[in-house]
């Protein structure tokens, strides 16, 4: 059996999307992607699999995939616990200032994605203070988005969901 998703990130956003899919999306999904093997039950059963081992992980790793891949007030609930672990790695107390650099790394490409001088006009902060902590919740950001991929990626890879990584 092939893979049904080329790698972690896929599987998510199939796992926290399937819910606004129609059934026919479903079908489709499965075909596209070598999945069609699998009825649109168990295609939904592959989601409700992977939202369930995103549920089992630490919190903070559970908050970035709710943050970055849900739709509902997991999304939300996701965001504050992500904010209240990089508040922490970064050493920052001020907790407008986190949630919206953590909210910026989020919506990376994205237009409405706010900048650096409308974030320090709207906390009456210097830019330099913002391009500062935002060097600093990047970095946090980026370490905690490779611990949930390296976690999700084993696991995915042994269970088959996903193809294993080439040995290099």
Not at 23 to 32: C, K, L, R, S, T
Not at 79 to 87: G, L, P, S, T, Y
Not at 106 to 116: A, F, K, Q
Request: neutral net charge; aromatic residues 8%; without cysteine.
């Amino acid at each position: 059996m092939t893979a049904l998703f080329r790698d972690s990130d896929e599987a998510l956003k199939f796992a926290f999307r399937v819910e606004q899919k129609s059934q026919h999306a479903i079908n489709g999904y499965g075909a596209v992607r070598g999945g069609g093997e699998l009825s649109p039950h168990e295609l939904r059963a592959q989601a409700v699999f992977i939202r369930k081992a995103v549920q089992e992980l630490p919190v903070h790793l559970r908050g970035y995939a709710w943050a970055a891949y849900a739709w509902d007030e997991s999304q939300i609930d996701g965001q504050r616990d992500v904010e209240r672990h990089i508040a922490k790695q970064i050493g920052n107390d001020s907790a407008q200032l986190v949630e919206l650099l953590v909210r910026r790394f989020l919506e990376l490409g994205d237009e409405t994605r706010p900048t650096h001088r409308a974030i320090a006009k709207q906390l009456n902060l210097h830019h330099s203070t913002v391009q500062h902590w935002d060097a600093k919740v990047y970095a946090a950001m980026t370490d905690l988005e490779r611990a949930l991929f390296d976690r999700l990626d084993r696991y995915f890879a042994r269970i088959k969901l996903i193809p294993a990584p080439q040995a290099a």
